[in-house]
């Protein structure tokens, strides 16, 4: 059986080819417990699975441990741990429930291999994806048992890696295939994973220059619920937008972004939407942005100044079924001023966490009749039913 070398460097050294061969069953502990429904977006913790973690705290007895680990009670007492201290620890505070989502796998190119084990899902502080914020990153839906839009994520990452300015640790098909077995190894077919490049660990510099090996890592999330696509408020975003150079690659650096959900949040939205540095419709925190207009076309701001979203791409593609049975009139893409946008039929939100949620308040605004509107219910219906049987080019089957 072929092994992944330990890391990128000794596949460099060795002049070794990485081989993504499948890995036994053998070789890794499988999990199969399945936890109850998780949200995809991020939203509030599911109870079930605060029970499954009470019940574990209750199995385990680990409450006062959960609670030892993560208080320092004497302040002039902190202890000092050995590795298999910190170890044993890092498994209590999993045990704690303090995580509210179930993680299946990670793969890491530091310890060159995939872990089931949430408590060692970790990665070096050194890193400077972690200090410096010198990292990329994307996802790809995991939707019965197949990948979805994997190769157009990964050209995006790829893309953003290169403006970024990180070496790739592996080739292209060799990173495809180590994400595909993380998946196989997690034995998760519904939910998420998400994977980093970053220009790795080595010290506390600016410069990479003393990041000897570029690093990658990728983590399967459960999630087997499907969102249903309630309509939401959104706010315009008062957090500055990112430079276009910024945000058109999918980099760590998310203040901005996470600020624009967290103010959205605290004003009873859903989440904020930027405008571009002319005052046009941008995109959401982590979506873009669609209008249904009074002419029935469906309308988008050009992706040139923010990320250019998978979903809505694909979306654009799909949406030509609505043009041709008449229910769209056309589909483009151009600058959407404000007051276009809050005087749309329709208004929604698009991306691979949500796929498409309809916005029935922007601002003070009520859009279009105030109801979910029937394009994004359509759209959201063509998006669900190509993740569950589209074509090959956006569906890869995972070797479980
Ligand atoms: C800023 C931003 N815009 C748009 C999107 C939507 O992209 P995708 O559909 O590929 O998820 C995202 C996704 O994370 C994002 O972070």
Redesign the pocket.
């Known amino acids: 059986m072929a092994h992944f070398p330990a890391t990128p460097s000794a596949a460099a050294a060795t002049g070794h080819r990485v081989s993504p061969s499948p890995r036994s069953s053998a070789s890794l502990p499988r999990r199969t417990t399945l936890l109850p429904s998780i949200g995809a977006a991020g939203g509030p913790p599911s109870r079930s699975w605060r029970g499954a973690a009470a019940a574990v705290r209750a199995a385990t007895g680990s409450d006062n441990k959960a609670a030892s680990a993560g208080t320092i009670i004497n302040p002039n007492d902190v202890p000092v741990l050995s590795f298999s201290e910190v170890a044993e620890r890092l498994g209590t505070f999993q045990a704690s429930g303090a995580r509210n989502q179930n993680y299946m796998a990670m793969y890491s190119s530091i310890f060159g291999g995939i872990t089931t084990d949430p408590s060692a899902m970790v990665i070096p502080i050194d890193d400077h994806m972690v200090h410096r914020g010198h990292g990329v990153f994307?996802?790809a839906a995991i939707m019965d048992g197949h990948l979805y839009?994997l190769e157009?994520?990964l050209d995006?990452f790829l893309r953003s890696a290169l403006m970024a300015k990180i070496p790739l640790p592996f080739g292209r098909s060799t990173m495809r295939s180590m994400l595909i077995q993380t998946v196989s190894v997690s034995n998760c077919t519904q939910g998420s994973l998400r994977y980093w490049l970053s220009v790795g660990p080595g010290d506390f510099q600016l410069s990479s220059s003393g990041c000897a090996n570029p690093a990658l890592y990728a983590v399967v999330i459960e999630s087997p619920s499907i969102q249903v696509p309630s309509g939401c408020k959104v706010v315009t975003s008062s957090i500055p937008i990112?430079s276009s150079h910024f945000?058109v690659m999918?980099s760590v650096n998310?203040l901005p972004?996470a600020l624009t959900k967290f103010e959205g949040e605290e004003n009873g939205a859903f989440t904020g939407i930027w405008l571009d540095d002319e005052g046009f419709v941008a995109?959401?925190?982590?979506?873009?942005v669609g209008f249904v207009t009074a002419g029935k076309e469906l309308l988008m701001p050009r992706f040139d100044k923010?990320?250019?979203?998978?979903?809505?791409?694909?979306v654009l593609t799909l949406a030509e079924q609505l043009v041709a049975d008449g229910r769209l009139s056309r589909i483009i893409s151009r600058n959407v001023s404000v007051q276009e946008g809050k005087a749309a039929d329709e208004m929604m939100l698009?991306?691979?966490?949500i796929l498409v949620k309809p916005v029935v308040q922007w601002d003070d605004q009520i859009i279009g009749s105030g109801q979910e509107g029937p394009i994004a219910q359509a759209l959201y219906d063509l998006i669900l039913e190509d993740m569950r049987s589209g074509p090959p080019s956006v569906r890869i089957p995972v070797p479980y």
């Open positions: 994307d996802t839009e157009q994520h995006r990112k945000a999918k998310y972004n995109e959401g925190s982590n979506m873009n923010i990320l250019s979203g998978c979903t809505a791409k694909r698009i991306g691979s966490g």
